[in-house]
């Protein structure tokens, strides 16, 4: 069974910073690109960031190009997002997910989500 | 960025009936284009990938259709469980791009 649990939300004052993780199992991690997906309270889904399985492709939205950054170690099945300079509108429910075919597609399963709280 | 335009907003249907969602992108995406049901305090399901494909144990009442700029999600007979929101999403170009979402709920 394909299993994404996200880790490491919790409340920060703007500026701060935060580590989330992502435990993958139930599947080959190795050969899967992953994303970070987020979703503001009351407001749509957000893709955020992306990785492909071996590191070398990385995408960013806008919002969070130069603050955010995604990295993955394939050796504990483990994807993150380490959050810097962290705005209230970065608080927001965060999602892991998996591409459904390696480094390509659609998002195929997504984890429950851990909620990061941005605020003075 | 290519924009995503979903109509309805809301749709207020009964069990039984059949929904029809529309997703409209700012310029092609060719096929590359999902579709989502997210509820409240679960994770997003993925419903329907490259326009028309249903995902593994998506029942057959979800169909998708369409390429190029316009899309749609049926669901020929609504079941109880249904209800709930559902987001295109396009993966033809960075950045990946999300649809605001259409409420379907119970009439």
């Known amino acids: 069974e394909v299993q994404l649990v996200e880790f490491g939300g919790g409340s920060v004052q703007p500026g701060g910073s935060l580590r989330l993780s992502c435990a993958a199992s139930g599947f080959t991690f190795t050969t899967s690109g992953m994303n970070w997906v987020r979703q503001a309270p009351g407001e749509g889904l957000e893709w955020i960031s992306y990785i492909s399985s071996s590191s070398s492709v990385i995408k960013y939205a806008d919002s969070v190009k130069g603050r955010f950054t995604i990295s993955r170690d394939n050796a504990k099945n483990s994807l993150y997002l380490q959050m810097n300079s962290l705005r209230e509108e970065d608080t927001a429910v965060y999602y892991c997910s998996k591409r459904i075919n390696g480094d390509y597609g659609a998002f195929d399963y997504w984890g429950q989500g851990t909620l990061v709280t941005v605020s003075s | 960025e290519i924009v995503l335009t979903q109509s309805p907003a809301t749709l207020s249907l009964s069990p039984g009936e059949r929904a029809t969602l529309s997703c409209r992108a700012s310029?092609?995406?060719?096929?590359?284009l999902a579709w989502y049901q997210h509820k409240p305090g679960q994770a997003p399901r993925l419903l329907i990938y490259?326009?028309?494909n249903r995902a593994t144990g998506i029942p057959a009442r979800f169909s998708g259709s369409g390429s190029g700029t316009d899309f749609t999600l049926s669901i020929s007979s609504l079941e109880p469980e249904d209800f709930a929101v559902y987001y295109c999403q396009q993966r033809s170009s960075w950045p990946v791009t999300f649809g605001q979402g259409t409420r379907l709920e119970i009439k």
């Open positions: 490259d326009a028309t």
């Open positions: 310029q092609s995406v060719t096929s590359y």
